[in-house]
């Protein structure tokens, strides 16, 4: 059973552009959830999608924004970009058969992003 | 908001030692506890969880963690560490519906052969 696929793995962009990453659950999960990583702040919550709805989100600027397509596949956007927004962003995605969560999260490998 | 307190930043043990990393949160209500792990090169990854019951609760590779509502704690044990145990761990908390999790620091083991 594949994991979850997180595009691209990396990516450098300057700053006051945008970028666009992606990610496929495993098969079946219904909810996709998206945290950034960094030194200094740890693993921070940004938005949880559920059958294509948002259900959670954290403290992050209008900026950072994401969307959960019909099959479950994920995307976030983060526009303007400020340096602050080198980071690791990682997708998880759950198994919610009944809508309950289960709290199980399975995490991708991540898209590491550097801003210059 | 709620917060979640990693005491130990960086663990060093020996084989066969004992382990136990602190965990403690501020929020007053009902809350889901976890610990995840993630192993040099590797995903995150689940290693237990508490919603209720029991308040001790068993996770996978030998790894235990005790719920103490009154301590706002959840800390993680193993009676004898392996070198395969070397990882980041990082305890969570969740307290509403969903998968809003909010992680703590993280702690490095490292065990030493």
């Known amino acids: 059973k594949a994991g979850v696929t997180q595009t691209p793995r990396y990516l450098i962009k300057t700053r006051g552009q945008q970028v666009t990453l992606s990610c496929s659950p495993i098969s079946g999960h219904r909810s996709v959830s998206w945290y950034q990583q960094t030194p200094g702040q740890g693993l921070q919550f940004l938005f949880e999608?559920?059958?294509?709805?948002?259900?959670n989100k954290g403290n992050f600027p209008g900026r950072f924004s994401g969307r959960q397509f019909s099959n479950s596949r994920s995307e976030m956007n983060v526009s303007t970009l400020e340096l602050g927004d080198s980071a690791l962003y990682l997708c998880a995605s759950s198994l919610e058969p009944t809508g309950a969560n289960t709290g199980e999260l399975f995490f991708g490998e991540g898209s590491r992003l550097t801003v210059l | 908001a709620q917060s979640v307190s990693q005491h130990n930043h960086h663990v060093i043990l020996s084989e066969a030692a004992s382990l136990e990393l602190g965990c403690n949160y501020s929020y007053g209500g009902t809350v889901n506890l976890f610990w995840y792990v993630q192993y040099p090169g590797q995903h995150l990854q689940l290693l237990l969880k508490y919603f209720s019951g029991d308040p001790l609760v068993k996770g996978i590779k030998g790894f235990e963690a005790e719920f103490i509502k009154s301590k706002f704690s959840f800390n993680l044990r193993k009676p004898s560490v392996q070198w395969s145990d070397t990882a980041e761990y990082f305890c969570a908390v969740s307290h509403n519906a969903g998968n809003m999790l909010t992680f703590g620091g993280g702690t490095r083991l490292m065990v030493k052969p």
């Open positions: 999608y559920f059958s294509e709805t948002q259900r």
